[in-house]
């Protein structure tokens, strides 16, 4: 794949800075990348009362990145989504890794301004729905860490030309979003073992594979998360400094 002529192939939805690419990676290196993720050690995860995750490439700050460097077998697959997107302007040098439980999902949250808009959402295991949902603005908030999940007094309606969709992340795709659909949207996984995906903008890409996820026994459009997800959020923290108090 070369790059974006290519990877506008790859949109999906009435929201043209969305993408999704299938098969993104293989059975054999989505196990790399999980052999890799549980040798880490427990101090690595930080429990929250959903999920538990790793933060990789340092601490994001108001003012920016402290960093640390991603470890080989995070800097192969980063680079590999930043040469098939060109969309990031520098090397990916931030990456969470989330686990969920069949019944743990994320609320609704956006980003924030500390990171360069677009995101890369490599996942693994059980598929999922994540839902995006339009805001009137968040260009107040000082929420620019993901942890803090919910951004409160933001609008969850419907807006005008702004229309709410979901995205079905199957294992081993890659779910691209930047421009509008950053910072015009709240992204989020309800916390529940059967989800939808018949309304998906992907919806034919999981009807092709059904034979890979467990359906609902009694709703054949949804998806039953029986398993564990693994998910790796990709981006770029524009503002790098050294020390953060040498201002």
């Not at 990789?56 to 697959?77: N, S, Y």
């Not at 999981?206 to 359906?215: A, F, P, R, W």
Request: glycine share 6%; charged share 20%.
């Amino acid at each position: 794949m070369e790059a974006m002529d290519d990877l506008n192939n790859f949109k999906v939805g009435s929201v043209p800075t969305v993408f999704y690419i299938p098969d993104f990676i293989s059975d054999f290196d989505q196990n790399l990348l999980l052999n890799h993720i549980y040798a880490a050690p427990v101090s690595k995860w930080k429990v929250l009362k959903n999920r538990r995750l790793q933060n990789w490439g340092g601490i994001v700050h108001e003012k920016g990145l402290l960093p640390q460097d991603l470890p080989p077998w995070l800097t192969k697959i980063t680079e590999k989504i930043r040469d098939v997107s060109s969309l990031f302007p520098s090397a990916i040098n931030h990456v969470l890794i989330n686990e969920y439980l069949p019944n743990q999902g994320i609320m609704p949250h956006q980003d924030g301004p500390a990171y360069y808009p677009v995101v890369a959402i490599l996942s693994i295991g059980s598929p999922v729905v994540m839902d995006f949902t339009p805001h009137l603005s968040l260009s107040g908030s000082t929420s620019n860490i993901e942890d803090k999940d919910s951004i409160e007094g933001a609008d969850h309606g419907n807006l005008p030309n702004y229309p709410p969709f979901s995205v079905a992340l199957m294992s081993g795709s890659l779910l691209i979003f930047k421009d509008a659909a950053y910072t015009d949207y709240l992204h989020g996984i309800k916390d529940c073992e059967i989800q939808k995906y018949d309304t998906a903008v992907n919806a034919a890409e999981v009807i092709g594979h059904k034979s890979l996820i467990e359906t609902h026994a009694e709703d054949s459009n949804a998806i039953h998360r029986s398993t564990t997800r693994v998910s790796l959020t990709c981006r770029v923290v524009s503002k790098v400094h050294r020390n953060l108090f040498r201002f």
